[in-house]
C-alpha cells in the first residue's frame, strides 16, 4: 500500500513522533488507551513522509504523495471491526430526503463516489487508500486499505433499522445514519503492517517544562497563515451566473476561451477583510492543494474578480482538472452541490504567497453570517 514502500528512515521518523504524541496522553485522559488527536496525527503523517497535507480542504482526502491519495484515520481497536465515519451528507439532505432506503443508499453511494473522484481530481492522484493508527492499551498499530469507490451495481442486503440504513457492496459494509446524515465503513482491521508499544508519561507536564527550559523546543514561523477568507463559486441566490464567474468563457461579446473564467470577490468581503489581497492588477502567487502554483491578481472594476495570468490557466484547473466538466458546458449549482463544495478558502501567508481549498457547502454564507454578528 504506502507505509510499506515509504524508507526506513521516514517510518522511524513516523514512530517516533507518534511516540511522542501518544506519551503526553496524560494530559487529556486516565486511560492507558494512548490518545491521538487526528489532526495531530495528519501533521505527523505528512512531515514524517514529506507528502502533501490536504487537510485544510474539505475533501475525501488528507494528504498525497506521488499518485496516492491518503485518507487518515485513528479510532479504538476494539474487536478489530470498527465502524467509522467516511462522509457527511448533512447540507446534501434535499438530494435524497423523503425517498425510500433503495434510492436513498442509491443516492448517498452517488454522492460519495463522486467525492472520492473531485478529491482525486484535485489532488491530481490516481488511486486512494485509508491509512489507520489503531489504538489499544499501551499500544498503536498501523493498518491500510484502499479507499475503493461504492460498488452500486452490487449493493444488496439493504435494511433499515429505525434511523439507519444498512448495505453491502460485495467488498465493505455501510450504514447511513439518517438523522445525522453520515456514512459509515466498517474497518476489519485484522492485517497490521507495523505495531509498537506507547509508554504513556506519567507526569507529562514536567517533561514539557524541561524541554522548554533547555530551548529544545524551537518555534517555525514559516509558512504561517496569517489571515483567511471565503469566496462564493456562485452568484446571488445560490445561482452560478450562466455568463460570469466560472462561466465567464460563455459571456457574450467578444470570442472567448473555454477556460476563461474568474472567482467573484463579493463588496462584503473587501469590506470585512480590508488589505488582504494586493492592490488591483498587483500580481501574486496562488499554491493549489496539488502543490502547483498560479500567477494571479485581483481584476474588474471594484476588484471584484480573481483572475489567473494566463487567465485561461485558473479555468483549466478548476473547470477540467478538478470539476471534470468538457468545453462547453457550464457550471451549475447542482453539479457543486452534488460534490459538497460550493465556496473556496484562500489562506494568506504573506503579500506575495495565498493558498486555495474548496470548502464545504455555505462555508461563504457561514464566514459573512461570523463577521456580521461581530460588527
Known amino acids: 500500500?504506502?507505509?510499506?514502500?515509504?524508507?526506513?528512515?521516514?517510518?522511524?521518523?513516523y514512530i517516533e513522533s507518534l511516540k511522542i504524541v501518544g506519551g503526553l496522553s496524560n494530559l487529556f485522559s486516565d486511560s492507558t488507551t494512548p490518545y491521538l488527536y487526528y489532526r495531530i496525527a495528519e501533521k505527523i503523517?505528512?512531515?514524517?513522509?514529506?507528502?502533501?497535507?490536504?487537510?485544510?480542504?474539505?475533501?475525501?482526502?488528507?494528504?498525497?504523495?506521488?499518485n496516492l491519495g491518503i485518507g487518515l484515520k485513528t479510532f479504538l481497536k476494539n474487536n478489530n471491526k470498527s465502524l467509522q465515519k467516511v462522509a457527511e451528507f448533512n447540507k446534501s439532505?434535499?438530494?435524497?430526503?423523503?425517498?425510500?432506503e433503495y434510492d436513498t443508499i442509491y443516492n448517498i453511494s452517488k454522492l460519495r463516489n463522486e467525492r472520492i473522484k473531485f478529491a482525486e481530481n484535485l489532488s491530481q492522484v490516481e488511486?486512494?487508500?485509508?491509512?489507520?493508527?489503531?489504538?489499544?492499551s499501551n499500544k498503536f498499530y498501523l493498518f491500510e486499505e484502499s479507499m475503493n469507490y461504492i460498488d452500486i451495481a452490487n449493493i444488496t442486503d439493504v435494511k433499515k433499522k429505525k434511523n439507519t440504513i444498512w448495505f453491502n457492496d460485495g467488498v465493505s459494509e455501510y450504514n447511513f445514519n439518517l438523522s445525522k446524515s453520515t456514512l459509515l465503513k466498517r474497518f476489519y482491521t485484522n492485517n497490521f503492517v507495523d505495531e509498537f508499544e506507547i509508554k504513556i508519561l506519567e507526569n507529562p507536564l514536567e517533561e514539557?517544562?524541561?524541554?522548554?527550559?533547555?530551548?529544545?523546543?524551537?518555534?517555525d514561523t514559516s509558512h504561517k497563515i496569517i489571515d483567511t477568507i471565503y469566496l462564493p463559486l456562485y452568484g446571488k441566490n445560490?445561482?452560478?451566473?450562466?455568463k460570469s464567474g466560472l462561466n465567464q468563457w460563455n459571456?457574450?461579446?467578444?470570442?472567448?476561451?473555454?477556460?476563461?473564467?474568474?472567482?467573484?470577490?463579493?463588496?462584503?468581503?473587501?469590506?470585512?477583510?480590508?488589505?488582504?489581497?494586493?492592490?488591483?492588477?498587483?500580481?501574486?502567487?496562488?499554491h493549489l492543494p496539488n502543490g502547483s502554483h498560479l500567477n494571479t491578481k485581483v481584476c474588474q472594476d471594484n476588484s471584484k474578480a480573481l483572475m489567473?495570468?494566463?487567465?485561461?490557466?485558473?479555468?483549466?484547473?478548476?473547470?477540467?482538472?478538478?470539476?471534470?466538466?468538457?468545453?462547453g458546458e457550464l457550471l451549475t449549482y447542482n453539479k457543486l452541490e452534488k460534490i459538497g463544495i460550493d465556496s473556496v478558502r484562500i489562506d494568506k501567508i504573506d503579500n506575495q504567497n495565498y493558498k486555495i481549498n474548496f470548502v464545504v457547502l455555505d462555508s461563504y454564507e457561514e464566514y459573512l453570517n461570523y463577521y456580521e454578528n461581530i460588527i
Open 45 to 66: 503523517f505528512c512531515q514524517s513522509f514529506l507528502a502533501k497535507d490536504l487537510s485544510r480542504g474539505d475533501i475525501s482526502l488528507d494528504a498525497s504523495k506521488a
Open 208 to 219: 514539557i517544562a524541561k524541554c522548554l527550559e533547555s530551548k529544545q523546543i524551537l518555534q
Open 93 to 100: 439532505r434535499e438530494l435524497y430526503k423523503e425517498k425510500d
Open 127 to 136: 488511486q486512494s487508500i485509508y491509512h489507520c493508527v489503531v489504538r489499544t
Open 1 to 13: 500500500m504506502f507505509y510499506s514502500m515509504q524508507t526506513k528512515e521516514e517510518q522511524k521518523k
Open 238 to 242: 445560490h445561482i452560478v451566473s450562466p
Open 251 to 286: 459571456a457574450s461579446g467578444r470570442q472567448r476561451d473555454y477556460n476563461e473564467v474568474y472567482i467573484p470577490i463579493p463588496a462584503k468581503v473587501h469590506k470585512y477583510s480590508k488589505s488582504f489581497f494586493p492592490n488591483r492588477d498587483v500580481q501574486f502567487t496562488l
Open 308 to 327: 489567473s495570468n494566463p487567465n485561461k490557466e485558473l479555468g483549466e484547473w478548476i473547470l477540467r482538472d478538478v470539476l471534470n466538466l468538457k468545453e
